[in-house]
């Protein structure tokens, strides 16, 4: 079982920048493939980014390609969403999630298949 706790959201104007980071509990933090997921008022939870066990492999939304990065530091039991060329509508609650079943070389971008949850960071890009 793994805990995960969030942190650095905040209130950015567009165009500007943000990291988020994911800590985890517990001892098999590699053993975890992550995902980050966002949720803004009155829609669904929505896909962001993924991250392989081993950080080789990373898969990101269209609407996030290009200006975003999702990175991990396995030593710190760490991930990381950094958050470049904000837009107002990247507003929204941002959750990390950790999923233990994936295989070798699958990108998990379906909420379901995770298994752990963060308590999510509220990110707000103003106009």
């Known amino acids: 079982q793994v805990q995960l706790v969030e942190s650095g959201g905040g209130l950015v104007q567009a165009g500007g920048s943000l990291r988020l980071s994911c800590a985890a509990s517990g001892r098999t933090f590699s053993s975890y493939v992550m995902g980050w997921f966002r949720q803004a008022p009155g829609k669904e939870r929505e896909f962001v980014a993924f991250?392989?066990?081993?950080?080789?492999?990373?898969y990101y939304s269209d609407s996030v390609k290009g200006r975003f990065t999702i990175s991990r530091d396995n030593a710190k039991n760490t991930v990381y969403l950094q958050m470049n060329s904000l837009k107002v509508e990247d507003t929204g609650v941002y959750y990390c999630?950790?999923?233990?079943?994936?295989?070798?070389?699958?990108?998990?971008?379906?909420?379901?298949?995770?298994?752990?949850w963060g308590q999510g960071t509220q990110v707000t890009v103003s106009a």
């Open positions: 991250i392989s066990r081993s950080g080789g492999s990373r």
């Open positions: 999630a950790a999923d233990r079943r994936a295989t070798y070389g699958e990108v998990v971008t379906n909420l379901n298949e995770y298994d752990y």
